[in-house]
Structures are given as C-alpha cells and as structure tokens.
C-alpha cells in the first residue's frame, strides 16, 4: 500500500434532481488516512448518506474529485469501480442487508464471491472471520434465527471477510439496543486497532465518541471540527 | 485479517451455482414459472409424436392389394363400349419396371345371351358378364383357380373356344365340375369350360364374369379393341408405374388414358403429418409464447423484489454484467427445466394416447431431446428485460429496497 491517503475528496458537491436541484453535498473536503477511525455526525437529511455513498463508490460527484489510494477514480466506468468495491471496500449497514434463506456463513460467503476466489476457500475464510466476529456457533444459522446483533455482526463479518482497506459503515447500530451497540462497537475497535480505515455515518454520540475524528455535516458542507482522541 | 489476491471477477461457475441458489430458493415459484414452457415444449412434442405416429397409422391401413393395384383403362371409352387400346396392352406393361404382372380385357356386349343346354325343352339364360381376357390376367389380380385350368396363350393365339367361369358364375350355371368338359353358350357360340376361378378379392366382379381368351373374342364376336389393362405392381411401385403406364399405352396420347393408381403412400403420410401437426404447432406456439411471457413476468417481479439483494451484491463489486448474467441465468434455467419436464410429459402423453387408440408410438427423439435446448433458448430470451432492468438498478435506490 502507498502512503496516499485511503480517500481523499476535494470540494466534492453533489445535486439531487433537475427541475428544482437541491444540493445534497457542496464543496466538501474530505481525506480519510490508513488507520483512520472517522464518524460523520449531522440531523437527518444533511448529506451524510450521500457523502457515504460517493466515499463508497456507489455514487459520483457532480463537482469535485474523488482519489482512491491516489488515483482520480471520479470519472471511472461502472465496471471499474465495482472492481474497486470489491477490492477495496466493505460495507456496513444500517439494515444488516442479509439475504434471508441463506446462512450466516453463506452470506459471508457472498462478500468474496466477487472477489473470483473459489468455494472452499470462501467458505473457510467465512468461517474464520465468523468466529472472529463471535459466531463461530452460529455458521448455519439463517437470519431470522438471529438477533439484531448477532445480524449486524454477520454483516460486518461479511465486510471484512474481503480484507477491505476501508470499512464503510451507515448507521450500523441504528437497529441495535445498547448492549448489542457497544459489541458492535468494540468490535469496531478492535478492528481499529488492527489497522483497518473505518468511516461511520452516525447519530447515536456512543459511536462518534469512539471514533479519532468527527465530521459533522449540516446542508451539506462540513461544519466539524476535528476532535482528537 | 486474512488478505487475499483478488481478481475482482467472479467465476463463470459461481454464477451459475448463485443461479441455482436463487431458484432452489424459492423452488415452488420457480416450479410454477416453467409450467408455461412445461406446456408448450409437451404440447410440440405431443403433436410432433400423434403426427408421426398418424402417419404411420396411414400405412398399416392401406393394405397389400390396394397399394400394388394399377387400373389403366381408355380415357375416351363409354360405359361398356369399345376402347382402342391396343392388342399387346399387357406385354407393354408388363415390361415396366415395378410391374409384376398385367392382364388386358376387354367385355364382349355381344356374346349375350348365355345359356347352357336346354332342360326339359326351356333355355334358361344367364346374367353373367363375358370378358375377353388375355391369358395372364388371372396373375395381375392374384385370382386363383379352383378347379381345371386357365386358358394359355396357345388358346389364344389358336382362338379356341374355351372358357373359365368366375365362382358365383359357375354356380349360376350349375358348373362345379369342368371334368366333363362341360359347355356353355355365348350368343349361341359353344365354348368349353375348362376351369372355375376361386373367389378373388381383389378383383371381386370376376365372379361373375366368364372369360374368354381374346383370340377367340376377336374372331368369333369381332371385339374391336381392348378397354381395360389389370396390373399388379410390388409393393411401394404403384405410383411410380401409374405415371409411366399412359406412355407405355399410349404414347402419342398418354393423357387419353385413365390410370388409377393408389396415392403414393409416403406422400399421403407427410401429407397427414402436416395436416395433424400444423395446428398442433401453432398451439405448441403459443404455448411457447405464453411460457417464455411467463417467466419474463415472474423474474422481473422477482428483479424488483429482491432490489435490495441486487443493491448489495453491487455493493460488494458485483458489475452490471455480473447482475446480469446471473439473472439470465436463473431465467435460462427455468425455461430448461421447463422443457425437460415438457419433453417428458410429452413423451408419456404420446405414449397413454396411444395405448388408447392401440396404436404403436412412432416419436422422433430428437425432439424430446430438442425440448430442454429450446427451454434454455425461451428462458434466456425472457431473462433480457428483466435481467436489463436488475443491471441497469442504481445501487443507492436498490440498497434502499
């Protein structure tokens, strides 16, 4: 790996509609460095979601540019860039996306099919990770066998079975009680402290209290200041 | 973490096996989607099957002496009046290949009445018809004789006065018995009967007739000219013979003979095949539409429900063509399954149909066979919308579901 920083977004805006535009994000300034461990806090609607989705590669700019790891991924093909998902990125959601009549283990699975790696070896990394995770008992289990908990952390197993460089999670407590939000959480710092990038889209002030940096968005710009741990 | 070195592109076979995973889950729905094609690829099979199977029908019906009979008579001739074919008729034909034997007639209106030796001082007449044969006729209609002999071509060159009298004929006369030499007479010309024919099948009014040898018809009641030639062909020659038997008559003229000839029974089977299966396919068709609207149908609402799966599976780097791929892939397997099940069914619907109508299945089995490929072809064709609409998905939009 370069010592280019993971992402990096310079004044990155992004409109919504045509007839009567409304500016999800303007002139924002981002750069997310290896290690690092970012919250991005702001009210409902204020472009957090949208400036996951860009930092994701789910979505483009409309003004600005994207680098990933030092290249300009802002004009990128569709192709290009879900190769880039895939070896790049991994994703946390608030809603777990699991797919219902599949087990834990296949759904970790599904994280490396895009990855071209063989059925044996997904299914042993799934499994490692799984148990890293905490639910190496709970391989065949479907989803709705599972609590809230151990769904989202099914998901983060499946994010990281890839090896991301940049764990790219929105809301990933949101549908979580307390006690689940703080495993979650933990989980998060050890991974953390494993070295992984991790950027969260949050509400709750538990998780941006644990990250090293917050930016906080309102209309779209940044209005943060960057809290040091 | 465990690292990995990707290739970021997923393998053809993993595709295949998450296609196979879609369906396998919800395997009632899937099951439902193919009837359609289930139906369509049955019903070709089925119509195919009773079609071939018609037409073979055609050829077990059309029995030995009908297929091998040829009739070539004069075109121009009135009922019961003298023809103009000429006397070596029979040699003609005989000499065409295909043509096993032939006899020429001719009826002698004037050799009436018949009559036997008066009894008690009455001369009772007979209704009976008098031909003029050629002495190889009795071969050409397969006829057999009961008792004594048929007149040979040395009757007829020397025009003797000899007869042979068809079985009802000889009953009528009271003739059981040509031992004797007994006599009867034609417009009061004595002929001697020399033999009696057992019933023939194949030429049924022989039984009543009394034949003469066409030498002595000639010479004794003037007949003008032969009207009719008898022939009897192998098997499978008869239309091939009805053409060349005008020529072979007439060759000036082959139009101013009639020649009947069975239909050429090949033709009559591919005729029936097409007209059994033409509606059937048109059915088989629709059926095939239907099948292929179907899956179209229940993939796109299965697209649209699983948006968010197809959201994150872009998620996690799958590209458009990937999406794509794997969702015509799902459809394809539908429609293959579809057909398998359809060739099945409808090879055991040729065969119930029939054992009903005790008739031997004839069924070409590449056409089962054909029934899965042509599946495969209706399920893919059905996968591009649907599968477009998937690939097309902003993953924003489907990861909100």
């Known amino acids: 790996m370069t010592d280019d920083p993971v992402t990096r977004l310079r004044s990155v805006g992004r409109c919504y509609g045509s007839d009567t535009p409304v500016a999800a994000l303007v002139d924002l300034d981002l750069t997310l460095h290896a290690r690092d461990y970012v919250a991005i806090t702001g009210p409902s609607g204020s472009g957090k979601s949208t400036l996951l989705n860009i930092i994701g590669l789910l979505d483009r700019p409309d003004e600005g540019s994207h680098e990933l790891f030092g290249q300009d991924v802002t004009g990128l093909g569709e192709r290009a860039r879900a190769r880039r998902r895939a070896r790049h990125l991994g994703f946390v959601f608030q809603s777990f996306h699991l797919i219902p009549h599949r087990s834990a283990c296949e759904n970790v699975e599904l994280g490396l099919l895009y990855q071209g790696i063989g059925a044996r070896r997904r299914t042993e990394t799934a499994e490692q990770v799984l148990g890293q995770c905490g639910l190496g008992d709970r391989l065949d289990a479907r989803p709705t066998q599972l609590s809230g908990g151990e769904q989202q952390r099914v998901a983060i197993a499946r994010a990281l079975a890839t090896a991301p460089d940049l764990l790219v999670c929105d809301e990933p407590t949101g549908n979580l009680d307390s006690r689940n939000t703080r495993r979650v959480l933990d989980l998060f710092d050890h991974l953390r402290a494993d070295g992984l990038t991790i950027v969260v889209a949050t509400h709750d002030p538990e998780v941006s209290e644990r990250a090293d940096r917050v930016v906080h968005i309102e209309d779209g710009r940044d209005r943060s200041r960057a809290v040091a741990r | ?401």
């Open chain 2, 1 to 401: 973490m465990t690292q990995h070195a990707p290739t970021a592109r997923p393998r053809v076979a993993d595709l295949a096996a998450e296609a196979v995973a879609g369906l396998a889950s919800r395997p009632a729905r899937a099951v439902l989607t193919a009837l359609g094609t289930v139906l369509g690829v049955a019903t070709l099979v089925t119509s195919v099957g009773m079609a071939q199977t018609a037409g073979n029908q055609i050829l077990t019906h059309i029995d030995e002496a009908v297929a091998t009979r040829v009739t070539a008579q004069d075109a121009a001739v009135a009922p019961g009046g003298p023809g103009h074919l000429p006397w070596d008729s029979a040699d003609r034909v005989t000499r065409l290949p295909g043509v096993v034997a032939a006899g020429a007639t001719a009826e002698i209106p004037g050799a009436q009445p018949i009559t036997t030796i008066a009894i008690g001082g009455q001369t009772p007449t007979y209704p009976a018809t008098v031909y003029a044969v050629t002495p190889r006729m009795i071969g050409a209609v397969q006829g057999q004789i009961r008792t004594g002999r048929m007149f040979d071509a040395r009757h007829d060159h020397l025009a003797e006065p000899v007869a042979v009298l068809g079985d009802r004929a000889a009953g009528l006369l009271r003739i059981d018995d040509v031992s004797g030499s007994p006599r009867v007479f034609l417009a009061g010309q004595a002929v001697t009967v020399i033999g009696i024919l057992d019933p023939i099948a194949r030429q049924d009014d022989l039984g009543d007739a009394i034949l003469v040898p066409v030498g002595y018809a000639r010479q004794v009641f003037r007949l003008p000219a032969l009207d009719t030639v008898l022939i009897r062909t192998r098997r499978g020659a008869a239309p091939m013979v009805g053409r060349q038997v005008g020529l072979a008559l007439d060759p000036n003229d082959p139009t101013a003979i009639d020649v009947a000839a069975p239909p050429d029974p090949i033709a009559t089977r591919a005729a029936v095949r097409g007209d059994v299966s033409g509606l059937l396919l048109l059915l088989a068709g629709m059926s095939l539409v239907i099948g292929a609207l179907g899956i179209a149908n229940v993939t796109l609402v299965g697209v649209l429900e699983r948006r968010s799966e197809i959201g994150l599976r872009n998620a996690l780097g799958a590209s458009r063509l990937s999406l794509a791929t794997q969702f015509v892939a799902e459809s394809g397997l539908i429609g293959t399954l579809g057909g398998l099940l359809g060739g099945a069914a409808g090879v055991l619907a040729v065969v119930v149909l029939c054992a009903i109508r005790r008739w031997v299945p004839v069924l070409d089995l590449a056409y089962p066979l054909a029934g899965p490929v042509l599946g495969a072809i209706i399920g893919l064709a059905a996968g591009i919308y649907p599968a477009w609409k998937a690939a097309s998905m902003s993953p924003i939009d489907a990861l909100k579901g």
